[in-house]
């Protein structure tokens, strides 16, 4: 796969992207997961790079992206995406969004609703209610745990990123994890997103139970829903020849092929 590697100056902190594709086809950002990387969505881009100018970004302190001074919430991701996009000409695009990148993906719809025209999320929550059995588990995160459960990530992370600090890392996001303010998670303004909308979880993920994702459903005003047998929470990444074909159905077949406007 083809990629242009390259970094932006975006709100006090370098941010890292790839762009790759078709680039005069309809922009296609694609967000990773929780102390993830671009690398995490190269099993999509492969279903999807004939169609698409595919923009991959390293959220901040993140994959090869620099921390910088602000902390860290959903709504700062959303800031800095939008930032890079303004600096790249993009003025309309369709969103994939993985985990923690489908949350700042939920927020970029409700909030940009004529520049996103279409949306995908794979097991992205969309709030935090103080009864939620995941709490325990986002508490009791270390570094130790997590270094056990990836191992490979940690070592990626530790080799790529221009300013590793793993252990602050992962403060920041179970800060960002546990956020209920207005900066965290998206709460009701998914009521807000008008764009076609492709909701998916694996069937056994406990981040993003089956009722969640029938709720948030009910909240949008176009949306379908996947729920993917046989996988946890990264199901393009345990059965990507089941998901990744869903993914490009609904982009490809559904007016996502709509010229850029940038």
Partial sequence: M??????????????????SGNPNSLPLVMIHGGLGSTRDLDVLSEYL??????????????????????????AQYQKDIQAL?????????????????GIVAYRLAAQNPQQVVR???????????????TIDTLQGLTVELWTELFPEGVAYYNA?????????????VKTLWLDTSESGYPCDLVSQITCPTLIMRGDDDFLFSLPEAVALKAKLTDASFANIPFTAHAAHQELPELVCPIIQQFFVTADATTASKN
């Fill in 2 to 19: 083809n990629k242009q590697s390259a970094y932006a100056d975006i709100n006090g902190a370098l941010l890292h992207y790839e762009l």
């Fill in 49 to 74: 790079i004939e169609h698409f100018r595919l923009i991959s970004i390293d959220l901040r302190g993140q994959g090869k992206s620099h921390l910088g001074d602000a902390p860290l919430t959903y």
């Fill in 85 to 101: 996009l303004r600096a790249l000409g993009i003025r309309q695009y369709a969103l994939f969004g993985f985990s923690d990148g």
């Fill in 119 to 133: 949306l995908v999320t794979l097991g992205s929550t969309w709030r935090l209610e103080e009864n939620d059995p």
């Fill in 160 to 172: 790529s990123n221009p300013s590793p600090d793993f252990p602050a890392l992962i403060s920041a």
